[in-house]
């Protein structure tokens, strides 16, 4: 596979459910993201990592917990979400947080019921 | 903060012929990039076009060019001999340059439609 990869696609949970959505770059990056895309608002970024080492943390609530294991692979891992939560979750890598271009994956398209 | 403004959130236009797509931001910095992202109904979103504040000529990628007004902060997007396949979202988006700076900061977006 080539770019960056995420799994699910589309995932249904319930809000005492707890669920990882993963991400994987096959580009070299050393930078990757995590943004919330809802309907009729701005990406927001959520989190930043680079070289494995969390650079950013928007207020995100902590029922997102972020894991980077090494440079190719993101997880958000997902617990007790709100309805409010149900987005698409994109994922994006750059070969360095200074970089200009962001490489995204295709997204996760989660619902909270 | 910085932020960027789309005012178009759907646009259309008839295949073959031009569109222009509107942005415009607010900051303080003199140094910034200026994206178009364009994320297609598959989702994945792609780097367009990109334009360096400190270069006054405007960046252009075969039918994609952009209008930069550093003046006024006004970034628009044109596209030309427009195709079926450009139909998607665009995003307008905006990074400071420097250490520290690893925010991009995006619009809400414009939802293109071609017409046939």
Redesign the interface.
Same mark, same amino acid.
């Given at each position: 596979e080539t770019?960056v990869t995420q799994t699910p696609r589309h995932l249904v949970m319930g809000m005492t459910n707890k669920k990882s959505l993963k991400c994987e770059q096959h580009l070299g990056h050393n930078?990757m993201y995590w943004y919330k895309q809802s309907a &009729? &608002? +701005? $990406?927001e $970024?959520m989190f930043?990592y680079?070289f494995k080492e969390q650079? !950013?943390n928007?207020s995100v609530p902590s029922r997102f917990s972020p894991e980077c294991p090494n440079s190719s692979h993101l997880f958000l891992h997902l617990h007790t979400l709100q309805p409010e939560d149900s987005a $698409?979750y994109?994922c994006?890598s750059s070969q360095s947080? $200074?970089a200009? !271009?962001?490489f995204?994956? +295709?997204?996760t398209r989660l619902t909270v019921l | 903060a910085q932020t960027v403004t789309q005012s178009q959130p759907e646009m259309s236009v008839q295949e073959a012929e031009t569109v222009t797509l509107s942005c415009t931001y607010d900051t303080s910095e003199s140094d910034y990039y200026l994206f178009w992202y364009k994320q297609p109904p598959s989702r994945q979103m792609i780097l367009v076009i990109r334009q360096e504040a400190y270069k006054q000529q405007n960046a252009t990628e075969n039918r994609f060019s952009v209008n930069f007004q550093k003046a006024a902060k006004s970034f628009s997007l044109k596209i030309s001999d427009s195709q079926l396949g450009d139909a998607a979202m665009y995003f307008c988006a905006y990074r400071v340059t420097g250490a520290g700076s690893y925010q991009l900061t995006f619009g809400k977006g414009t939802k293109l439609s071609v017409i046939p």
């Open positions: 770019g930078a &009729k &608002k +701005p $990406l $970024l930043v680079n650079t !950013e928007n $698409l994109l994006a947080v $200074l200009n !271009e962001q995204f994956g +295709p997204g | -």
